[in-house]
T-cell receptor, first 112, second 113 residues
Framework: GQQVMQIPQYQHVQEGEDFTTYCNSS?????IQWYKQRPGGHPVFLIQ?????EVKKQKRLTFQFGEAKKNSSLHITATQTTDVGTYFC????????????FGQGTILTVHP | NAGVMQNPRHLVRRRGQEARLRCSPM?????VYWYRQLPEEGLKFMVY????????ESGMPKERFSAEFPKEGPSILRIQQVVRGDSAAYFC???????????FGPGTRLTVL
């Protein structure tokens, strides 16, 4: 079936190091969304990418959408302890746009 | 401007009982989604509703699970005759349109004893 795969599953970094998580879909996506979930919390929307090759920045976070609209990445520059959490990508897979298929998530741990 | 509200936040049920989870979407949002999350796993889509209509229920188990979003009042996810495998966090999300970003509620943590 249609899937959204995300790697790595876990990432441990020292504070100040960079971090990247990658997302791949088995099918072309109309858009891709990124969410962050803190431990014990709920997913919080970060950004939505729609255009092929799109790049968006939010302070230390850089989001990219691949040219084929089948992959995406999230890069965090100079991580801080407040960046800890699980980062999910999600895309509408199937005929109803509202149905989001989430990747498995990347759990980021930042060591001070 | 309240966000998505869910209650209860924690629910404990014994096997065979019924669980009712409620979700009030953000003001102005008519699209509601339910997701299930097991510990250290991703979110699994269950159902997508838009005021009184089920748009997509392809992620709902065929038996014991049902969802509604009445004209008035919150959306309800109902699980009948719960089993231990139903223990999970259930998140509700809402959006203004079917393609807009989804805003999540705090979730209901269901524990089945």
């Amino acid at each position: 079936g249609q899937q959204v795969m995300q790697i790595p599953q876990y990432q441990h970094v020292q504070e100040g190091e960079d971090f990247t998580t990658y997302c791949n879909s088995s099918t072309t996506l109309s858009n891709i969304q990124w969410y962050k979930q803190r431990p014990g919390g709920h997913p919080v929307f970060l950004i939505q990418l729609v255009k092929s090759g799109e790049v968006k920045k939010q302070k230390r976070l850089t989001f990219q959408f691949g040219e084929a609209k089948k992959n995406s990445s999230l890069h965090i520059t100079a991580t801080q302890t407040t960046d800890v959490g699980t980062y999910f990508c999600a895309g509408p897979v199937g005929t109803s746009y509202g149905k989001l298929t989430f990747g498995q998530g990347t759990i980021l741990t930042v060591h001070p | 401007n309240a966000g998505v509200m869910q209650n209860p936040r924690h629910l404990v049920r014994r096997r065979g009982q019924e669980a009712r989870l409620r979700c009030s979407p953000m003001k102005g949002h008519s699209h509601v989604y339910w997701y299930r999350q097991l510990p250290e796993e991703g979110l699994k889509f269950m159902v997508y509703l838009q005021k009184e209509n089920i748009i997509d229920e392809s992620g709902m188990p065929k038996e014991r699970f049902s969802a509604e979003f009445p004209k008035e009042g919150p959306s309800i996810l109902r699980i009948q005759q719960v089993v231990r495998g139903d223990s999970a966090a259930y998140f509700c999300a809402s959006s203004s349109t079917g393609t807009a970003e989804q805003f999540f509620g705090p979730g209901t943590r269901l524990t089945v004893l």
